[in-house]
């Protein structure tokens, strides 16, 4: 089987489709052609296109724990569920948050360990063995996140009282008020409401005695003091959130609760209204497995319609098969995958009407378009919804990020797609909803507007991932780069504005952060395309140095790499084994530019990418390249290293969340060497 696996099987390609081999003349043609066979063969036969999103092994555990908390004994895919943690666990016992990370993540290992046990493993079992020593060198249960004692609490391995509290009452809150639920980030909104509920509830489905997690107490459940601790002072900014922490948990104790049980009510109603139609929650794995469990608390069996598709869903495209292994994703990607996939092929020339296979795609991803109101019009009124979801089922939270790519493919199709006022309409709805999220700094978030209050991030709670969902420069870039291909003018103020942050955001020697994408590659390569989309002058003193950046992280191969360490480490920016999708990157940052100095540095590139390209056409990349959360808790580039040792994360970034999108590896090099032959003189 590829090493790419897709969530389907390939479709045959229809009668008339443009075939993978052309007449070529030179290696750069003969390596696209490959490239857009491939893509022909691995097409879902609906018209999209779709990779894994691999993450990290604390998906598989928490399906097993949950199964565990919900009483599902019976499910089919159990065994190779417990095969796909097994097979990641590294040689000295832990498992880890991305590949090359320097060492292990005491969370994900804790989870997998408990999970290993419900399944049935000994604790004398070589695995076991293995990952308990690593946990107990690394100082043990006393330095796992809120979320990893969450789970022990839920399967009876961990006190409730010894957790931050998280009141359902929450959701009572007005929009104007602090800590109401629309000021958290989208994908924080969707957890923090059902796990609300079991806090409140205390949920707790105790293990049997044989499966107890009572070896990873070496001295007992009292020692050493497992209670919350603060991790700063009391007069530090984040006492008082502390000191509230501590009477909720106290008003948690109490036997009356006023405006509990109408709070919970709420909830309820709120996460049954946000199922997804694929069975899932807000397209992500938290929110989703914390509602079964929620809804089944509240009285939802497992046999009710709810959680029956929400179960289920776990057996369609949530999952797949690698290594003799079920994996389960963290989401999924045939929206961001698709339309990444049609700017590939149209920067190789190719056309609608000479392959079918595109405008299969864009009939399809039209299809996908938003138009209901979602979360975002809470605090967006006053337009209609247009945008587009990364994946095929949310449709309560569309992302600025995929509409704006979106936007920009259909900018460029819009005089080949036979019905053009379906283009038309499309275009124009979906502009209007993404200058409508334009934040007061002039920039684009993923999915809302103004979603910037840092004191969020200063709750006990908050010792994982990003609460909010503040600007960023690669998602500003691509609304640049759209608008631009629209021909709107840089003199219009909506352009001045985002223009103004871009420059504000870039880095003294020249880079830009990526927020979505490892990392300063990413954000650079966003930038630089969008700068000349939009008619400026590529030999700016300011765009020359960003250039003359990622030339200067050019390997000796003639690829470009980045680690996931870079976020916690400027000295690793831009450095790292080479990769073909930071590779891609870069080449489309450095051709953005056109400058006859930086030929030498394209050619070797080009030269690393059709080397490196596998016989059936496609390219191989075990690296993570794509962004959850930096782990930075205010979601976006912070003071290195100044502010590193605030964060509670290392290289290894345990506050993290990092992805392998497993078609990043194919669409972007394939882009970039569909434009390196595009360009003046090739």
């Known amino acids: 089987m590829s090493s790419i696996t897709t969530q389907h099987a390939a479709a045959p390609i229809r009668a008339g489709a443009t075939p993978a081999e052309h007449r070529s003349s030179t290696p750069l043609d003969r390596t696209i052609d490959r490239a857009v066979g491939w893509l022909h063969r691995h097409q879902n036969e609906d018209g999209f296109w779709v990779g894994m999103l691999e993450s990290n092994c604390c998906m598989e555990a928490e399906w097993i724990m949950a199964m565990h908390v919900l009483g599902v004994e019976d499910d089919p895919k159990y065994e190779g569920v417990v095969r796909a943690i097994l097979s990641r666990q590294r040689q000295d016992g832990a498992w880890q948050v991305y590949h090359g990370s320097h060492g292990g993540d005491i969370n994900t290992t804790v989870e ?36 990893t004692k969450y789970w022990l609490c839920l399967v009876g391995e961990w006190s409730w009282e010894k957790t931050p509290a998280l009141p359902p009452e929450m959701i009572l809150l007005p929009r104007w008020a602090p800590f109401n639920i629309y000021q958290f980030a989208s994908w924080a909104r969707g957890t923090m409401i059902p796990l609300a509920i079991l806090c409140a509830r205390r949920t707790r489905k105790p293990l049997p005695p044989e499966k107890r997690l009572d070896e990873l107490f070496p001295d007992g459940r009292d020692h050493p003091d497992f209670n919350l601790k603060r991790r700063h002072s009391w007069f530090s900014w984040e006492g008082p959130f502390y000191l509230a922490d501590r009477m909720l948990r106290l008003y948690r104790m109490m ?7 109408a709070a919970i009510r709420l909830c309820l109603e709120w996460v049954v209204r946000h199922q997804d139609a694929d069975g899932a929650w807000s397209g992500i794995q938290p929110p989703w497995i914390y509602a079964l469990m929620a809804l089944n608390q509240e ?18 495209h949530w999952s797949y098969q690698r290594h003799g292994g079920t994996f389960l994703q963290a989401s999924e990607s045939p929206i961001w995958d698709t339309v990444l996939a049609l700017q590939a092929m149209l920067d190789c020339g190719r056309t609608l009407e000479d392959d079918p296979s595109m405008a299969r795609a864009v009939d399809w991803m039209l299809d996908q378009q938003v138009l209901l109101d979602g979360d975002w019009s809470i605090t967006v009124r006053g337009v209609a919804g247009g945008g587009w979801a990364f994946q095929r089922a949310n449709r309560y939270y569309p992302d600025v990020d995929d509409t704006a790519v979106i936007l920009g493919v259909l900018a460029r199709i819009r005089d080949q797609y036979p019905g053009r006022e379906r283009i038309d309409t499309a275009i124009k709805r979906g502009t209007d909803w993404v200058l409508a999220m334009q934040c007061r700094n002039g920039g684009w978030a993923a999915f809302d507007r103004d979603n910037t209050h840092p004191w969020l991030t200063r709750i006990p709670f908050a010792d994982f991932g990003e609460l909010i969902d503040p600007p960023s420069v690669d998602v500003t870039a691509h609304v640049v780069e759209a608008l631009a291909l629209q021909g709107w003018s840089t003199d219009h103020p909506v352009f001045k504005r985002a223009l103004s942050y871009i420059r504000s955001e870039q880095e003294t020697e020249g880079s830009w952060f990526g927020r979505w994408g490892v990392n300063h590659i990413y954000g650079t390569a966003s930038v630089l395309p969008a700068l000349r989309a939009a008619g400026f002058d590529m030999n700016e003193p300011w765009i020359r140095k960003a250039v003359g950046w990622v030339i200067a992280h050019q390997n000796d191969d003639g690829g470009w790499g980045e680690s996931c360490a870079s976020y916690m480490d400027d000295k690793l920016r831009g ?51 794509g962004t959850g959360f930096p782990g930075y808790g205010v979601g976006q580039r912070i003071d290195l290293p100044r502010d590193a040792g605030t964060l509670g994360q290392g290289l290894d970034l345990e506050r993290a969340f990092m992805i392998n999108y497993n078609l990043y590896r194919h669409y972007f090099p394939l882009a970039a060497l569909g434009r390196a032959r595009g360009r003046p003189g090739r």
């Open 575 to 625: 450095v790292g084994p080479s990769t073909a999708s930071q590779t891609g990157w870069a080449l489309m940052a450095i051709l953005a530019a056109d400058h006859p100095d930086d030929r030498d540095s394209i050619e070797r590139g080009l030269a690393f990418l059709e080397a490196h390209q596998r016989e059936d056409g496609t390219w191989d990349e075990p690296e993570y390249t």
């Open 112 to 147: 997998c360990y408990a999970a290993l046990r419900i399944a049935g493993l000994s604790p004398d079992s070589d695995p076991l063995t293995r990952a308990r020593r690593w946990i107990l060198d690394h100082g043990g249960l006393a330095h796992i996140r809120n979320f």
């Open 299 to 316: 009285g939802y069996p497992t046999s009710h319609p709810v959680l029956q598709g929400g179960l289920r869903a776990f057996d369609a």
């Open 255 to 261: 036997p009356i609760k006023p405006g509990r049980e």
